[in-house]
């Protein structure tokens, strides 16, 4: 009976459940535990059986749910080093200057008279 108690709430709640038990979220361990154990055609053996099949699919559920987290976090990594990526190539690109020294000698030879309307 002391296996009842090594698993988690949830386990004993879906025990109770499978067993036609009314328990509720709000019952604790222990209750849960005397609720199975006190009830009609109660058998040591089979609950076992039936807890650590529960116990297991739920780790199975935990194991298969980090896994999806860990792919979702590889799949976030991969598109932020891609996006990193793409903007360092952005910015390389921007920043090649083309060389201004010879336009700006061209620029600065303009009569500034020749462009002024109030001389024209």
Do not use: H, W
Not at 61 to 90: H, V
């Amino acid at each position: 009976m002391s296996f009842l108690l090594k698993g988690k709430k949830e386990d004993l709640l879906e025990l109770a459940t499978e067993l036609r038990l009314e328990a509720t979220v709000g019952m604790t361990k222990p209750m849960l535990k005397n609720l199975i154990t006190r009830s009609a055609g109660y058998d040591e053996e089979d609950t076992k059986l039936m807890y650590e099949g529960f116990v297991e699919e739920r780790k199975e559920r935990e194991l298969l749910e980090e896994r999806k987290r860990q792919d979702n976090l590889e799949l976030q990594k991969l598109r932020i080093e891609a996006q990193i990526g793409l903007n360092q190539e952005i910015l390389s690109r921007n920043n090649r200057t083309p060389n201004l020294s010879s336009e700006v000698v061209q620029y600065a030879s303009i009569n500034i008279c020749d462009t002024c309307f109030a001389c024209a």
